[in-house]
Structure formats: structure tokens, C-alpha cells
């Protein structure tokens, strides 16, 4: 296809910012490409923006996982407006749901009001700040106006610690080098924010074939160090599952009889 050479540079002009297809963005200045060549962006948090490729839509993309929005979705945020704080962005979605994402860790949660979300961010010690519509960000982007969030030129976005909550669940997994069964320790108290931390306790020290898995989202191989954060969608039951994933156990040698795969339904008090 030929690209016309005065169109470009008059939308160079407009728009006072990088112009590249996406494949070539890498090394640029990540809040100074807000187009390409059929593609607008608000850049939010590297490497997460809000884009479109048609007018009024918006997703925001950027991670290398398929995200997970639910028991059955996944794939970027259809977002209608956001803000930011810290390392979250939340906001509203294209059918009127209220959002929080944590961008270090991926996890995203769903409210029915305004008023549930802005006690969540206040739970995890988060700014209300302002929220608008991607197409008045973008706009503001093309008047040369950088969003509120954006670091000064040439510095980069800060890195915040991770949250730390105040109540943790166990989870102990049974049966060194075959997983038998699994139990919850503590009865789970529903909180409003729908989030939920666990710590999992498995009896053999060298693990490499046991996941877990919170509502159907991507599995995380199991660490006793590590904390794994899950939410509720509303059911007030959390279905867990501890197994070892098809093509883990493809690469062990592991029969698909002989796969190990446990679900439970766990009920919120």
C-alpha cells in the first residue's frame, strides 16, 4: 500500500507525537506514542494502554497474558473511562460495570456501583482520583497535555510495593509426589472488596507439577513463598483447583488417566 508523505506529516503536526506500526515501537518513549498507523493509544502504565481502532471503542491491552475477566471471558478491558493510583487502573467498562486492576499482578475485579469500588480503593490505600472517558484523554494527548499519572519527560513510571494484606487463607495440599486431596484451612469471610489472599502448603519441597487455579484463571504453578490473590464474582464461592495442566504433564511423560486434576467449590461466609 503507498502512504501518502503529506498526510503524515500534517498528522504529525496535529498530533505532536511518535508515529510507528506497533512492531516498531519498542525503544521509543512509551507516553510519547499515542498512534500508529490505524490505531489510537492512551498510554497508561508500561506496558499497559487504552486503545482503539474505532471510534468510541477502547480495550486496554498490553500484557502478554490472556487476561482474566471471568469464570468465561478473557482478553483485554473493554473500558469506557479510568483512572489511576499507584499500580491500579479503575474505571468503568464498555457495559457500565465498575473495574480494579492490578497491573503487577493481573488480577481484575468487578463492581456493580461506584460506591463498591471507591470503598475498595480506599481498603487498599488508593487515590479516588479523577476518572474520564479515553476520548477526552486522547484528546488532551494531541493537544500536547500529558495525562495527570504520566511521569515527568524522560523519567519512568515509579514501581510501588505490592499490597499486603491482612487476612491470608491456607490452602494444604496432601500427598507428597501425588497430590490426593486438598483442604482450606479457615472458613473464607466475604469482604467488599471481593478479593481474596491465599498461602499454599504442599508437603514435597521440589515442585513442578502442581498448579493452582482460582475461577477458571490461567494456573500458577505452586510456591509456599509466594501469596496468590483471587475474587469472587459475585457467586460467593470461590472454585479452586490444584493440577497438573495438560501440556506440563504431556512433557512428564503423564498419561492422561493418570493426570491429577482436583476441584472444589468453596463457599464464603
Known amino acids: 500500500m503507498t502512504r501518502n508523505p503529506i498526510l503524515i506529516l500534517l ?15 519498542e525503544g521509543k518513549d512509551f ?13 497508561i502504565i508500561p506496558p499497559f494502554r487504552a486503545s482503539s481502532t474505532y471510534p468510541g471503542q477502547w480495550l486496554i491491552d498490553g500484557s502478554n497474558e490472556i487476561l482474566h ?10 473500558v469506557y473511562s479510568f ?9 468503568k467498562t464498555e457495559n457500565g460495570q465498575w473495574f480494579l486492576f492490578n497491573v503487577n ?19 487498599y490505600k488508593l487515590d479516588k482520583n ?3 472517558t479515553c476520548d477526552k484523554y486522547f484528546q488532551q494527548l494531541t493537544e500536547d497535555k500529558r495525562c495527570y499519572w504520566h511521569p515527568k519527560v524522560g523519567e519512568q513510571y515509579p514501581k510501588f510495593e505490592s499490597y499486603r494484606p491482612d487476612t491470608i487463607y491456607s490452602i494444604v495440599v ?10 482450606v484451612k479457615e472458613k473464607i ?12 502448603t504442599y508437603d514435597n519441597e521440589k515442585n513442578d507439577l502442581f498448579y493452582v487455579s482460582f475461577d477458571g484463571s490461567a494456573p500458577r504453578l505452586i510456591n509456599k513463598n509466594e501469596i496468590y490473590a483471587a475474587y469472587d464474582e459475585g457467586n460467593n464461592t470461590l472454585e479452586i483447583s490444584i493440577y497438573t495442566p495438560f501440556p506440563v504433564g504431556q512433557s512428564k511423560g503423564i498419561t492422561e488417566k493418570d493426570r491429577i486434576v482436583i476441584t472444589k467449590l468453596i463457599e464464603l461466609n
Open 130 to 132: 479523577k476518572i474520564e
Open 31 to 43: 507516553y510519547n506514542t499515542i498512534t500508529g498507523w490505524d490505531i489510537k493509544h492512551v498510554p
Open 83 to 91: 483512572g489511576v493510583s499507584k499500580n491500579y487502573i479503575y474505571g
Open 174 to 183: 496432601d500427598g507428597k509426589e501425588r497430590v490426593t486431596d486438598f483442604k
Open 11 to 25: 498528522l504529525f503536526a496535529t498530533t505532536n507525537c511518535n508515529f510507528s506500526d506497533n512492531k516498531s515501537e
Open 105 to 123: 499482578t493481573l488480577l481484575y475485579s468487578e463492581y456493580s456501583t461506584d460506591i463498591v469500588l471507591f470503598e475498595t480503593l480506599k481498603k
Open 189 to 200: 469471610k466475604k469482604t467488599i472488596s471481593k478479593i481474596y489472599y491465599f498461602k499454599i
Open 69 to 78: 475477566l471471568g469464570r468465561n471471558t478473557g482478553g483485554d478491558i473493554p
